[in-house]
């Protein structure tokens, strides 16, 4: 059975992730009224993966008989400037989310629950890989800048995400 402190950590965090995909969702509005549709389909994916990371969080709580208790999901900003803003503004989000997942890690150790432990590995894991991706997001948006033509083509390619 799993401890009320990470019951209530759990139920914390997949609130959390649910944040994740409104805030996506959100961003990816942003940039498809821009026109920037390419930046938009990766931001819809990301924000089905951040529901995915939810859903998994929830199965695992509740296969540990612990109770889901579903939060109001916080409103994300309405305007998120240009495209190299969003993508900061994603990478210091996914940052964020790395310490409560390291916070969430660290309190499965303290109190030996390893079943928690070895769940949370996944996020960990995770995590490294969504910093990177979106740190290499940025590095090339910064390449480009956000005049001329070269944004449009790196458009066009992050439009080519299909799936996480
Ligand atoms: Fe669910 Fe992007 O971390």
């Not at 961003?27 to 549709?37: E, P, V």
Request: charged share 20%.
């Amino acid at each position: 059975m799993i401890s009320q402190t990470m019951q209530d950590a759990l139920n914390a965090q997949i609130n959390l992730e649910q944040y994740s995909a409104q805030l996506y969702l959100a961003m990816s509005a942003h940039c498809a009224g821009k026109s920037f549709k390419g930046f938009a389909q990766w931001l819809t994916v990301q924000a089905s993966e951040e529901t995915a990371h939810a859903t998994k969080l929830i199965a695992f709580l509740l296969d540990r008989g612990g109770r889901l208790e579903l939060k109001a999901i916080a409103t994300p900003p309405l305007d998120f400037g240009g495209v190299i803003q969003v993508f900061e503004a994603t990478l210091a989000h996914e940052k964020s989310i790395t310490g409560r997942i390291s916070a969430l890690f660290e309190q499965a150790r303290t109190e030996k629950d390893y079943a928690s432990e070895i769940a949370l590995q996944w996020y960990v894991t995770e995590q490294v890989e969504e910093e990177a991706h979106v740190g290499e997001i940025v590095d090339h948006l910064h390449a480009v800048g956000d005049q001329g033509g070269a944004i449009w083509y790196l458009d066009s390619k992050m439009g080519k995400r299909a799936k996480g």
